[in-house]
């Protein structure tokens, strides 16, 4: 059945820890039946935490506009990449920039199949595998926070280091 969102231009979702931020709904198998959230211009930021869940589709039609931020202070969540794609649970973030904040720590999971540009701004981003990232070639840039190597692999992609710092562990 369907559901309802949230949807609109230049706003912020934060979901904190035990709260849905968006309900879409769910199909009779279980599966993302309708859009919990719809960025459709504007400056826009959908901020995960640890703990927090969001059923349904998050489709940004705002373009390059659009911030998902991996968040929180406290806490450890996990993020699989590969539902970022035009059949995924977040799509058409293709230019949209991903970013982890706070201090909380999140590990990358999946296959991210696009070549989106990843910044480091705080806590600690965990990764097992280059493809964690995207495509050979990915860009990230570090503005504090720690990239945490969970397994031994070579990454291909240039990392840029700005004002604020950064760690490699």
């Known amino acids: 059945g369907a559901g309802g969102g949230v949807g609109g231009a230049g706003g912020t979702v934060n979901g904190g820890p035990g709260s849905s931020g968006a309900n879409g709904g769910t199909g009779s198998s279980g599966a993302a039946a309708s859009d919990a959230i719809v ?36 806490g450890t969540g996990t993020f699989d990449v590969s539902q970022i794609s035009s059949s995924g649970q977040y799509r058409s973030f293709g230019p949209a920039t991903l970013q982890k904040v706070g201090n909380s720590t ?13 910044e480091l701004k705080g806590g600690t981003l965990a990764i097992s ?36 710092g950064g760690t490699i562990d």
């Open 39 to 74: 960025f459709t211009g504007g400056t826009n930021v959908l901020q995960l935490q640890p703990g927090s869940t969001i059923t349904g589709i998050v489709r940004n039609q705002a373009g390059s506009g659009t911030t998902l931020q991996l968040g929180g202070n406290t």
């Open 106 to 118: 999140w590990t990358l999971t999946g296959t991210n199949a696009g070549n989106l540009f990843w």
């Open 129 to 164: 595998a280059d493809n964690n990232f995207g495509s050979p070639g990915h860009n990230t840039s570090f503005d504090g926070g720690t990239l945490r190597f969970d397994t031994g692999f070579a990454l291909s992609g240039a990392i840029g280091l700005q004002s604020g």
